[in-house]
Structure formats: C-alpha cells, structure tokens
C-alpha cells in the first residue's frame, strides 16, 4: 500500500471530540524518546506531519491524520514520562485509555518499542493491559538501524523472551527505522491486508 495524501484531521482529549468521519483507524503509542513522530513520518513520506521534539509529554492530545481519504493514523500521547507532575501524568493516562477502549473504529495499536534496549517493565505492563482487554495491537521495534543485525536479533529474541512470560500468542511484530525506512513497506503491508478485510 502506498500513502499519496496524509492530512492533519484534527485533535481531541476525549473519543467524543475525534472526528467525525467514521473511518478504520491504525494508532501509534509509545514512551517517551522511543521514536514514534519520527517513525509516523516515515510512514507517510511527510518529514513534518508529526511534530517530533525531545520534551517528554509533548504530545498531550489525541492527533487524527487522514491517509488517503480512506482511514486515520492516530498519534496517541507517550507513556510512562517520570518527570512529569502527578497530575499530568494520571490526565495523560485517562486520554489515552478513553481513546484505546472506547474508540470503536480502531483496528490495530502499534505500540513501539525501543530495540536498543531490553523491554521495559511499563511496555510488558502496557502490552499485558492490551490482552487482558483484547484490544488488537502489534509491536514495532523502533531505531533498528542503531544495531547490528546480529545485535538486533539477539535483542528482540531476549524481548520476545521476557513476553511469553504473560503472552501464549505473541502479537505481530516488525522493526523500523525513520532513518534508512526499514519496516515502511512491511507496516502498511500489515495496514492494507486490515483494511481489505474490513470492507
């Protein structure tokens, strides 16, 4: 599948505020640093369409992005930011679960992860929430062109490892890079097969 238009739909806090277009939809979420703008524009071949920054938190919203007229990519805030305030970080939670659990047209959660490093205790709780709840989700190891391919390997083989210890079926899972666009085509590949099978 190739993307030919991606347009800003619009920003929310609630699923009562998102568009109102009834639309498949395929959202990305991640912790902080992890990648996630960088990878949404490498997605969609437009280096400014989500805006990246170094601040933790700085996304806060709900974004909806149109693709080609026929379904959104969502950019969900970031989880698990440890230095921001209490009470930021609970309405950043709250955003987050009314979108995941009350958005009825979500297909697929991306949920990223740094393949740099062993998954963190937050993404394995993040991740066993998801299937607890039979929310659909897979996961995309991010900045995969930071390791060697033999180190990458070894790195999701010890993530996979500490995933089977909650999950009998791990969910599907593909590494990217917004530099060199590893895992563009095998992505929407995945994002195409869904919407096929919905129409």
């Not at 739909?9 to 639309?23: C, D, H, Q, T, Y």
Request: with cysteine; charged share 25%; glycine share 8%.
């Amino acid at each position: 599948m190739k993307i030919s238009e991606a347009i800003f739909a619009g920003s929310s806090v609630r699923v009562s505020g998102k568009p109102k277009r009834e639309l498949p939809e395929f959202a990305f979420i991640g912790r902080s640093n992890v990648g996630k703008s960088s990878l949404i524009n490498m997605l969609t071949g437009n280096g400014k369409l989500a805006m990246t920054s170094s601040t933790p938190g700085k996304t806060k919203v709900v974004n909806h992005f149109l693709i080609n007229d026929k379904w959104y990519l969502v950019d969900l805030p970031g989880y698990g930011y440890a230095k921001l305030p209490d009470r930021m970080r609970r309405e950043i939670v709250e955003v987050i679960r009314d979108y995941i659990h009350n958005s009825v047209q979500m297909q697929t959660l991306f949920v990223l992860v740094d393949s740099r490093h062993d998954i963190g205790a937050i993404d394995v709780d993040f991740l066993s929430e998801l299937g607890e709840n039979g929310i659909p989700c897979a996961i995309i190891f991010t900045k995969a062109d930071k390791l060697g391919p033999m180190a990458l390997q070894k790195q999701i083989e010890r993530d996979m490892e500490i995933l089977s210890h909650t999950w009998e079926e791990l969910p599907p899972m593909f590494t990217s890079s917004s530099q060199t666009g590893l895992g563009r085509d095998e992505i929407l590949s995945y994002i195409g097969t869904i919407l096929k099978s919905i129409k």
